[in-house]
T-cell receptor
Framework: GESVGLHLPTLSVQEGDNSIINCAYSNSASDYFIWYKQESGKGPQFIIDIRSNMDKRQGQRVTVLLNKTVKHLSLQIAATQPGDSAVYFC???????????FGSGTRLLVRP | NAGVTQTPKFQVLKTGQSMTLQCAQDMNHNSMYWYRQDPGMGLRLIYYSASEGTTDKGEVPNGYNVSRLNKREFSLRLESAAPSQTSVYFCASLAGGYEQYFGPGTRLTVT
């Protein structure tokens, strides 16, 4: 079936560097994408979203890029901080179903 | 404003026992969801309720039942627990658009 997946299961970065977390999706009908952050022992927390009619969206220290040609989504975190250490999930929504399909996650480790 | 709350936080069951996981939200959201998360994996949708009085199956509904008691509450029931249902269960509710707010999770172990 259709799925959302991630290229790298674990990403280790130096504090202060920029982080890039990637996600591939397979359903060309997906029209909405979200990035979630999940800290240990907690539920996922919304970070940023993007609609399929956009290719870039910026938030505070985070940027999401969408390349529909290759069905690729990325999350960029600027000046990565220890508090950014977590598992990051991309999720997609297809049509107006209000259901999200989650990828398997990437663990981000920030080295001091 | 507590957001999404879940009870219990932890539970250990023996195979064949039943239990109900409770979820409540105080944000007046229409849609609510139940997910399970297995170690090292993403979330998989069990059931969801688009609005009060309606429920629909997600990706992995077998072995579960749900009740949308009212707009605030959405419960998940395991009638006869199996070891394969050992997981962390998350409840979520939907704000405007597609942003889902998640509860803190219930860690369930079935022995």
């Amino acid at each position: 079936g259709e799925s959302v997946g991630l290229h790298l299961p674990t990403l280790s970065v130096q504090e202060g560097d920029n982080s890039i977390i990637n996600c591939a999706y397979s359903n060309s009908a997906s029209d909405y994408f979200i990035w979630y952050k999940q800290e240990s022992g907690k539920g996922p927390q919304f970070i940023i979203d993007i609609r399929s009619n956009m290719d870039k969206r910026q938030g505070q220290r985070v940027t999401v890029l969408l390349n529909k040609t290759v069905k690729h989504l990325s999350l960029q975190i600027a000046a990565t901080q220890p508090g950014d250490s977590a598992v990051y999930f991309c999720a997609e929504n297809i049509g107006s179903s209000y259901k999200l399909i989650f990828g398997s996650g990437t663990r981000l480790l920030v080295r001091p | 404003n507590a957001g999404v709350t879940q009870t219990p936080k932890f539970q250990v069951l023996k195979t064949g026992q039943s239990m109900t996981l409770q979820c409540a939200q105080d944000m007046n959201h229409n849609s609510m969801y139940w997910y399970r998360q297995d170690p090292g994996m993403g979330l998989r949708l069990i059931y969801y309720s688009a609005s009060e009085g309606t429920t629909d199956k997600g990706e992995v509904p077998n072995g579960y039942n749900v009740s949308r008691l009212n707009k605030r509450e959405f419960s998940l029931r395991l009638e006869s627990a199996a070891p394969s249902q050992t997981s962390v269960y998350f409840c979520a509710s939907l704000a405007g658009g597609y942003e889902q707010y998640f509860g803190p999770g219930t860690r369930l172990t079935v022995t």
